[in-house]
């Protein structure tokens, strides 16, 4: 189960009890907030809270007051400018925080962002659940022959079989472990700060993580991308339909210009130049290392 009854229990009697508040207030993200999204077999992302909206960035880029322009397309053209030439400070002005339950080896992808606030359960004070990732079948693959990060075809018939098995059995036996050595039936036991450290990546921890939405678009581009590993972009994917619904103008910007932008070097933009004047370029005239290329003419041909 991703949510624990007290959890459950916790957010029913939150969203119980609206307030009446004078600060800006997006109504796409009190829709989530609160909220639980199912992510992997036992993970979720949370809204806990949040500060500002479109009209918050707008005001901190022009140091108004107040609701600022009346005009929204005026406010989504100053966005899409502070997007398209790479302002941040305004983007800071917005903040969130999250709620996230996620095994062990995707946290310790996701830290490594360490422009945020973090802080998780603690194994030290606490005993941990007893819950595991275990992927899909359609996420058993191979190691990639083409990439030392990636993936590549998906393991079928008694293969998969073979390594589900030995996913579930190690999982399991390192927890029946775990529990033998806490202190328990009259055993002095050894301390849960000690015991943990036999526990397998795949085990399921919980963080609350605050970051600004300068720095979320950052990990949004870098995780929420079709190359991420899988684990990691499915939480990212949750977390980007919430900002969608909290900062619509500033999503839609940062889709076009990051997501779905690219980025040209001097030399890139030189060969395209030198492409529309007419002229045939390779990679031996272009200036560009044979990977270069290869990532040039994947965009462009």
């Not at 009346?70 to 400070?89: A, C, F, P, Q």
């Not at 998780?120 to 693959?141: K, N």
């Not at 929420?224 to 500033?250: G, M, N, S, T």
């Amino acid at each position: 189960m991703p949510l624990s009854p007290d959890q459950i229990a916790e957010i029913d009697a939150a969203r119980a009890t609206p307030r009446q508040t004078l600060r800006a207030v997006s109504e796409g993200m009190e829709a989530h907030l609160y909220r639980a999204h199912e992510v992997l077999d036992h993970g979720f992302i949370r809204v806990i809270d949040y500060m500002g909206d479109d009209a918050a960035i707008v005001q901190a880029a022009r140091v108004s007051y107040g609701a600022g322009t009346k005009h929204v397309s005026n406010d989504e053209g100053l966005i899409r400018y502070l997007m398209r030439h790479w302002h941040s400070t305004p983007f800071e002005m917005c903040e969130i925080k999250l709620h996230v339950k996620l095994p062990v080896f995707v946290a310790r992808q996701w830290i490594r962002h360490r422009t945020a606030n973090v802080n998780e359960y603690s194994a030290r004070y606490s005993i941990l659940d007893r819950e595991f990732y275990i992927p899909a079948p359609d996420q058993l693959a191979a190691q990639s022959t083409v990439n030392n990060q990636g993936r590549g075809a998906v393991l079928e018939g008694a293969e998969a079989a073979r390594v589900l098995e030995i996913l579930k059995r190690d999982a399991g036996q390192a927890f029946d472990s775990y529990e033998q050595m806490l202190s328990q039936d009259g055993q002095q036991g050894l301390a849960r700060e000690l015991a943990r450290m036999n526990l397998p990546m795949n085990t399921y921890t919980q963080w609350y993580w605050k970051t600004d939405l300068h720095n979320l678009f950052h990990f949004l581009r870098l995780r929420a991308d079709a190359h991420a590993q899988y684990e990691i972009r499915v939480f990212a994917e949750a977390i980007a339909a919430c900002v969608k619904d909290w900062v619509p103008l500033a999503f839609a910007a940062f889709e076009d210009y990051r997501m779905g932008g690219v980025t040209l070097s001097a030399k890139a933009v030189e060969v395209l130049k030198r492409r529309l004047a007419g002229e045939v370029v390779g990679q031996a005239e272009s200036g560009m290392s044979k990977g270069e290329w290869r990532e040039f003419e994947g965009v462009w041909g």
